[in-house]
């Protein structure tokens, strides 16, 4: 596959990973689109508006953020599963991440 193919999937930067979660966190602690445990219809329309103003060269649309919280979401509860459930795993606090032998990790996530 080419590097200027137009239908490629774009790679999110650290960067805009940082503003989508900084942006979700403000839009809770707002409370306007807090709604039972989740956000209320249009949340992603308004997270489409409020990224191109603070990042307008990102060009994401609503479906690419879509997209992205669910890749999000998937990762880290796989990350909850494996520090609630996954025996002889750590977790660094300092560096955010899991500990732990990889060839147990392997196993286990092989199971």
């Known amino acids: 596959m ?3 193919d137009k239908n490629a999937p774009r790679r999110w930067t650290w960067e805009e990973d940082e503003l989508l979660v900084k942006l979700l966190v ?3 602690s707002e409370g306007k689109w807090k709604v ?3 956000f209320k219809s249009g949340y992603l329309t308004h997270l489409e508006k409020l990224f191109s103003e603070k990042m ?3 060009g994401f649309k609503a479906s690419n953020i879509d ?3 669910s890749y999000l979401k998937k990762k880290f509860n796989g990350l909850l599963e494996i520090k609630n459930k996954g025996c002889g795993f750590g977790w660094d606090d300092n560096l955010k991440m899991v500990t732990g032998d990889r060839k147990l990790f392997e196993e286990w996530s092989k199971s």
Do not use: A, H, I, Y
């Open 2 to 4: 080419s590097t200027c």
């Open 26 to 28: 403000d839009m809770n």
């Open 36 to 38: 039972n445990g989740g």
């Open 56 to 58: 307008p060269e990102s």
């Open 67 to 69: 997209s992205r919280l």
